[in-house]
């Protein structure tokens, strides 16, 4: 095993932490940074400044515009990028947008990623993914899939609801999940703007971070063209496979810079802060919460850089990223709530990025599959005695 950067990845990890540390942190107070993600004002002067740096979309092939990056190499650039809010925002590699990407190159036609895919490497234009349903219909089980697709003539007739679709407001695409009268799901692709699709509304949500927020949606007689089917009919199970598997990961990888930036915060506080006559580090209630920090954070990135190797090596990785998930989310949870307690009241106010941190962090532990969902899945695969690695068909 060999945990060593190569120097063109330790030189990449330095210019993404600098862009990020003077670029984009001092946007962080930009009053465009509203409840429902930063606006499209904030998010393209953001993204102006990742397109000067030469840093957008890296996770896509440069044939796309993007530096390729295996999934390791992400890793260590997307950590990077997590430790500002606004970073994944300012690089184009934010949920959904960086999985929908992922997934167009892996599984669309050339002529969907000329009118797709193209325009979201360049974040000309945003994205959603529209899966999870209220109820009754799918939400942590997709089996539960309500919203369905009619063949006619020309193409299908799209209906149903979705809500929690991230980036709805302001998308200019959208990947529906939609399935055929005798079960089968598929993959459809929209424009936004077509008739029969209604957004409702906006969710209030705990979380900041992602532009246009979570939304509320219905398809109410939505025309979708034959070739705007992605991939094979039927097959949309399989293909949410091929997308939720990484971008479970990218999750990961974003949010652990972001608690990284939570536990630096707490430690300079811990540094300088005194009480009882010593510095508050000095006392062992808070030097072992930072000292906990650190152990979580070391484990989860050796989880994720694990689980970014298995994926580098062609396989989907489902066993892996199920295990990263949990790891990451609860370990990263840990981290940023002892820094809350490390800097007391100013912990629970905006004095510091951290209260943010703690609130868009939250949802982490829900989002791409609950804990407890992964924790069946892999129980499920041990006591099947199935092996973790098959590889990706």
């Known amino acids: 095993m060999d945990f060593s950067l190569s120097p063109e990845l330790t030189e990449l990890q330095a210019r993404v932490r600098a862009f990020i540390a003077d670029e984009i942190v001092p946007f962080e107070r930009d009053p465009r940074c509203t409840a429902h993600g930063p606006d499209e004002s904030l998010r393209a002067e953001l993204i102006a400044k990742g397109r000067r740096a030469g840093l957008l979309s890296s996770h896509v092939s440069p044939e796309f515009g993007g530096l390729g990056l295996t999934h390791v190499a992400k890793a260590v650039l997307f950590e990077e990028a997590g430790y500002s809010p606004l970073g994944p925002v300012a690089l184009n590699i934010a949920a959904p947008d960086e999985g929908n990407m992922h997934l167009l190159e892996a599984v ?13 490497a360049a974040a000309e234009i945003r994205s959603c993914f529209c899966m999870t349903e209220p109820p009754p219909g799918a939400g942590a089980d997709p089996s539960m899939l309500q919203t369905t697709a009619t063949p006619d003539d020309d193409g299908y007739v799209i209906d149903g609801g979705k809500w929690f679709i991230t980036g709805a407001h302001g998308a200019a695409v959208g990947i529906i999940m939609a399935k055929f009268a005798d079960g089968p799901a598929t993959m459809f692709l929209a424009d936004m703007t077509s008739p029969g699709i209604v957004i ?3 969710m209030d949500s705990l979380d900041t971070c992602f532009p246009g927020g979570h939304g509320v949606v219905r398809f109410e007689g939505l025309r979708v063209p034959k070739e705007n089917v992605l991939g094979e009919p039927g097959e949309g199970f399989r293909y949410a496979q091929v997308r ?3 971008a479970r990961l990218t999750h990961c990888m974003r949010w652990l810079g972001a608690a990284r930036r939570a536990h630096d915060v707490a430690t300079a506080y811990a540094r300088q802060r005194h009480a009882f006559g010593k510095t508050l580090g000095e006392h062992e209630g808070v030097g072992f919460m930072l000292a906990d920090n650190e ?3 070391h484990v989860t990135r050796l989880a994720i850089w694990h689980c970014a190797w298995v994926l580098d090596q062609g396989v989907l990785g489902k066993h892996e990223s199920s295990i990263a998930k949990v790891v990451s989310s609860e370990a990263l949870w840990r981290v940023v709530d002892r820094s809350v307690q490390v800097l007391g009241g100013q912990g629970v106010t905006h004095e510091t990025v951290v209260a943010r941190i703690f609130a868009d962090m939250r949802a982490f532990r829900i989002y791409d599959g609950p804990s407890e969902v992964h924790r069946w899945s892999i129980a499920r695969r041990i006591l099947r005695g199935e092996k973790p690695r ?3 068909a």
């Open 295 to 297: 152990m979580d954070l």
């Open 200 to 202: 409702e509304r906006a």
């Open 390 to 392: 098959e590889k990706n």
């Open 244 to 246: 939720l598997s990484p």
């Open 108 to 120: 669309a036609t050339p002529q969907q990623k000329e009118r797709w895919l193209r325009p979201l």
